[in-house]
């Protein structure tokens, strides 16, 4: 089955980090590019940063930018995205999605809350 | 950027309905132009891209339409099932902007 699984979120002070995971499954991690797409609680979605098949190129949306880092370890199918200097308007539910003529595989999402 | 509208907000109809979901783009993006659906509590899952295309596994019922700036998503008999959100997003143009959404319940 193809999946995408992700991990790490939690409960974090402002200022604070952490590390997210996105384990895949059913497919080969290093035929996609990847991405972290974010919704905060009752809001729309975000796409916050995007990875290419071999991790050469990395974007970011600007509210991220210097804080967020993804990241790829194509020999462990997993992706993982960085987060540094938590504000509290990060607060989100966090997918990780394929990147296949559009977002064709999401993970379950992982929750992430800043608030001290 | 590009900014998506999405219009209208919250579509009220019944099931065996038709229903019409529109999306802007404030300039053309040629048919780079993607539709999701979301339910409470879950992942979006995608339903067309390019504008007209059905992903795998989305049923005839829904079509998409439009290039340039005008979009519709089209579900021509509502299934119990199909009350939900749904998104547009861009493709090709980062950061790939999603639209606010629309609301389709029951009326």
């Known amino acids: 089955e193809v999946q995408l699984v992700e991990s790490g979120g939690g409960l974090v002070q402002p200022g604070g980090s952490l590390r997210l995971s996105c384990a895949a499954s059913g497919f080969t991690l290093s035929h996609y590019w990847m991405y972290w797409v974010r919704q905060a609680p009752g809001k729309g979605l975000e796409c916050v940063s995007r990875i290419d098949d071999d991790g050469s190129s990395t974007l970011y949306t600007d509210s991220v930018k210097g804080r967020f880092t993804i990241s790829r370890d194509n020999a462990r199918s997993t992706l993982f995205l960085q987060m540094y200097s938590l504000r509290v308007e990060d607060t989100a539910v966090y997918y990780c999605?394929?990147?296949?003529?559009?977002?064709?595989?999401w993970g379950q999402g992982t929750m992430v809350t800043v608030s001290s | 950027e590009i900014v998506l509208t999405q219009s209208p907000d919250t579509l009220s109809l019944s099931p065996g309905e038709r229903a019409t979901l529109s999306c802007r783009a404030s300039r053309s993006v040629s048919n780079y132009l993607l539709w999701y659906q979301q339910k409470p509590g879950q992942a979006p899952r995608l339903l067309i891209y390019?504008?007209?295309n059905r992903a795998t596994g989305i049923p005839a019922r829904f079509s998409g339409s439009g290039s340039g700036t005008d979009f519709t998503l089209t579900i021509s008999s509502l299934e119990p099932e199909d009350f939900a959100v749904y998104f547009c997003?861009?493709?090709?143009?980062?950061?790939?902007?999603f639209g606010p959404g629309t609301k389709v319940d029951i009326k």
């Open positions: 997003q861009l493709r090709n143009n980062w950061p790939l902007t």
């Open positions: 999605a394929r990147g296949n003529s559009g977002f064709d595989i």
């Open positions: 390019d504008a007209s």
